[in-house]
């Protein structure tokens, strides 16, 4: 490609070639077309190169954008699973959950239409009042256990010493709160053992009967009314009610308190023992049972409610320990999870073999963290406000 650059004669008529584009003289009209064609070269590949820039910025903000978009569904999704896994998804409580379940018996044939309206209306009827129906109750266990342990046979022979709490009854989990109603259901067994002593009758004057999961979830959001536990409260954004939400110690420890109820929340927060286990947990319970020093008794059927066990997903009910001959300690624990064929084959003849649906050593306890909950007395109207005002900032006993 040529181009014609102005030209000029010198003093000696050497014709001279000016280059259009930076004004360079030359004498040699080939060395100025190359010139020339250089400066060509040079604008297109920075034409090239100011495109390819633009283009890799392009690239780099849509790169951006696209991971904001993913990080925001990510986080969206695990939101809505967390909502999910708690019950805080909107789907419904424990009356939508056991109508839908019952639905579902009746259209695979497991239950009749008949049964099907008359159990809707009785549930519909404890709704109303607030009670259980104690359709999931299983009575008199820890009295036969009392039987068993001081009975000569060759399993109990191993036992040096067995705590037992006042007598407790089992409540398992239903169609209508199956996979999360397990810490309402300890609520329920702690209560059927406080209702039976003379020591809480008189702060429980107005809950003379077992509540039903919704009023148990009424009771908790109105200790949050109370000012128990505002951050828990706006965890669950305030509610419980018409919700599949999962408690925890928390929840518990804010409901009995507003019972006027003296507890304690103690978070045995990492293993104390050899392979992730926690003996300082069951040397708690042991003290906490053992209260009466003097007595020297086999079989101890202590005047102690019993305690609230919680760990990661699932929570259960210690009703006592037994101390070995080898010195080794074993928790007796109700769990809602466990179906009533079995906790009933307790009451039909205990044996070693039927105690392993209560017995838990210490080998397995081997979840990270428990906490528990524990009840002693009855509070005044001052220590009631002041644990109130404690519990605007939680902060539970840690063991270690």
Known sequence: MLFQGSSSAGDNDQELYECPMCSLVCTDYPVLQEHVELHLEESSFLEGRNSHDLELAQHIQN??????????????????????QYGLDGSGGYKQQSLKNMEREVAQGRMLPAEYHKRKAEMMESFAFGHDDGKTRTSGITEVLGHYYR????????????????????????????????????????????????????????HKSIPCIPKIQWLIENSWKEGFDPQGASHFNSRLQGTKAWIGACEIYSLLTSLSLKCQIVDFHEPTGPLGTHPRLLEWVMNYYNSDKENNAKVV????????????????????????????????????????????????????????????????????????????????????????????????????
Not at 193 to 199: D, F, I, V
Not at 319 to 340: Q, Y
Not at 350 to 378: C, M, P, T
């Open 63 to 84: 790169e951006e954008m696209r991971q904001r978009r993913e990080a925001a569904r990510r986080e969206r999704e695990d939101f809505q699973k967390l909502q999910r």
């Open 301 to 400: 059927c202590t005047s102690k409610p019993p305690i609230y066990l919680q760990h990661q997903g699932h929570s259960r009910t210690i009703l006592g320990i037994e101390e070995r001959k080898n010195k080794s300690l074993c928790l007796l624990v109700f769990d809602p999870g466990c179906p009533p064929q079995e906790t009933q084959k307790l009451l039909k003849g205990i044996d070693g073999y039927n105690l392993r649906l209560i017995r838990r050593f210490a080998g397995g306890l081997k979840h990270k963290q428990y906490q528990v909950v524990a009840i002693d007395g009855v509070l005044s109207e001052e220590e009631k406000e002041a644990r109130r005002q404690a519990s605007q900032l939680f902060v539970a006993q840690r063991i270690p």
């Open 151 to 206: 009975s000569e046979s060759k399993e109990s022979k191993d036992i040096k010493r067995i705590w037992l709490s006042m007598g407790v009854d089992h409540y398992h989990c239903s169609l209508g709160d199956k996979g999360w109603g397990c810490g309402y259901r300890n609520f329920q067994m702690m209560l059927s053992s406080l209702l039976r002593n003379s020591t809480y009758q008189e702060c429980l004057k107005d």
